[in-house]
């Protein structure tokens, strides 16, 4: 598991070792990982030695850092220029600069085969407006890319996506969250001695071998019921293809069963393209949890579906994944019922959803909070988790999952080719899979198997892609490629 903190925790772990008259040691330390980094990409073009090497030098400590490392470089026979960007430097480490033999410029030199982004860093506010940068030149930014908020990944204004981010003491919650995180490019963490000081982390990325752990069936498991059994009420008589799509990633996950209910349409459809599906009109069976909301609709018969499901989880006290027009649907009494039952229920909302549904069941917080949905996802996942006491799953560029007590975790799996109709689909039928098939452990332990989930599906969508046209159908084989490593 990736952990992340946020700016303002990075540099209160900095103060007490400032206090102690060490910052002139943290910002070699630092300038000199990022010199590193600098020399790995130049030897992945060609030689070091004689290349031509420009940094964006702003006024502040990132500034200083940016000289620091163009000081080192120097010694590697790099060609080291600073362009001011503000009215003055750095003093340390302008006077590091001059003294290993690099100078400063007015402008980015045409041979410069790579750019130092060390303009603004964790402290600033606001957006910039960066210089154009020409077509094909390296960026390597110095602890994030400038403009980019290091508590919450926006970016108010310009920014200069990097090809690589060499960041300082920790990883920040904004290279890993919306704009910062795709703007960031790879990501390389430099220590410099903060572990001791930086408490609990902000956020935390599930890795591979943590989600495939959810989805992985014990050794001992011989009988389908222990494999895990999810019901689906999705699909309508206007909307059947939701049904099959959610049915499709749920049994490509390797559970032991599916139960379907719902109108004999999608039926129908379901069982043509999965005859293992157990399907019928009501709830009844063996289902450990339900997914519920893909392409239900939003008429009197979708309601009472969505009642029956409520009902049977409440009765069971069973994890529920409310998605799609369920979100609409859903009520304040019926989550109240759920919550008291001890049932784990997991929200899906995209950021328009979210919005209707903030609006419509918890109006308190609604001042700013769409605003703040756009500025600050991770903020508006975990006040609407608060609200609700549910885990949200916010789906975006970055799709954030948070419990009630802010527990939450990001992932950036997957891109833009997610973007297409079903897709969402697939997701809640993977996020109902994890639920089925897990032990309980909590809305703690729901926010990691959630997590798990969207894992799965962006790593599945970017391999169901392979550069070629993408729909939603595809992902079931794609995520059971990804299950088998084949």
């Known amino acids: 598991m990736i952990h992340a903190y946020t700016g303002a925790a ?6 007490p070792l400032l206090r102690a008259g060490q910052g002139d ?3 070699r330390r630092a300038a000199w990982g990022l010199a590193v980094g600098v020399v790995r990409e130049l030897r992945s073009r060609g030689p070091v030695a004689g290349s031509t090497v420009a940094a964006l030098v702003g006024t502040g400590n990132n500034g200083g850092d940016a000289l620091w490392a163009l000081a080192f470089l120097c010694r590697r026979g790099v060609n080291a220029v600073a362009v001011l960007t503000g009215e003055r430097m750095h003093e340390a480490g302008l006077a590091a600069l001059h003294r290993a033999g690099g100078r400063v410029a007015d402008r980015i030199p045409d041979d410069a085969i790579l750019l130092i982004d060390g303009v603004l860093g964790t402290g600033a506010r606001g957006g910039w407006e960066p210089p154009p940068i020409r077509a094909g030149l390296t960026v390597v930014a110095c602890d994030l890319p400038s403009g980019v908020d290091a508590n919450t990944g926006h970016v108010a204004g310009g920014v200069i996506p990097a090809d690589l981010t060499v960041t300082f003491g920790a990883l920040k919650t904004g290279l890993v969250v919306g704009a910062g995180a795709h703007a960031a490019g790879r990501v390389d963490v430099v220590d410099i001695g903060l572990g001791p000081y930086l408490g609990d982390s902000d956020v935390s990325s599930l890795e591979r071998d943590d989600s495939l752990a959810v989805f992985a069936p014990p050794a001992w498991d011989d009988h389908k019921y222990r494999r895990g059994v999810l019901g689906v009420c999705a699909g309508s008589e206007q909307y059947p293809g939701a049904a099959v799509l959610v049915c499709s990633s749920a049994l490509a996950s390797g559970l032991g069963m599916v139960q379907y209910a719902g109108p004999q349409r999608a039926a129908d459809l379901v069982l043509t393209a999965y005859p293992e599906v ?11 949890a339900w997914v519920a909301g893909p392409g239900l609709g939003s008429d009197d018969a979708a309601r009472a579906r969505l009642a029956a499901v409520v009902d049977a989880c409440v009765d069971g006290g069973l994890p529920l ?3 799609a027009s369920a979100l609409g649907l859903v009520t304040l009494d019926q989550l109240s019922a759920l919550r008291n039952a001890g049932c784990e229920v997991v929200l899906t909302p995209h950021q328009g959803e979210l919005l209707k549904l903030v609006d419509r069941l918890a109006p308190q917080i609604t001042d700013g909070f769409a605003d703040l949905a756009k500025a600050d996802p991770v903020a508006a996942a975990r006040r609407t988790a ?4 549910v885990v949200a799953l916010l789906k975006g560029s970055t799709t954030v999952t948070a419990a009630p007590g802010g527990r939450t975790l990001v992932q950036n799996e997957g891109g833009a080719e997610l973007a297409t109709a079903g897709t969402g689909d697939c997701l809640a ?11 309980r452990g909590g809305l703690d332990a729901t926010v990691e198997k959630a997590a798990a989930a969207a894992w799965l599906h962006g790593t599945a969508g970017a391999t169901a892609t392979d550069g070629g046209p ?14 088998t490593g084949q």
């Open 429 to 439: 039928g993977l996020v109902g899979s994890a639920l089925a098939r897990s032990s």
């Open 10 to 15: 990075v540099r209160a772990a900095e103060s």
């Open 278 to 288: 157990v399907a019928g009109p009501g709830v009844e069976g063996k289902a450990q």
């Open 25 to 27: 040691v943290l910002m």
């Open 470 to 483: 993408f729909g939603a159908s595809a992902l079931a084989s794609a995520v059971r490629q990804t299950l």
């Open 386 to 389: 608060e609200a609700l006491a």
């Open 321 to 323: 994944v409310l998605d």
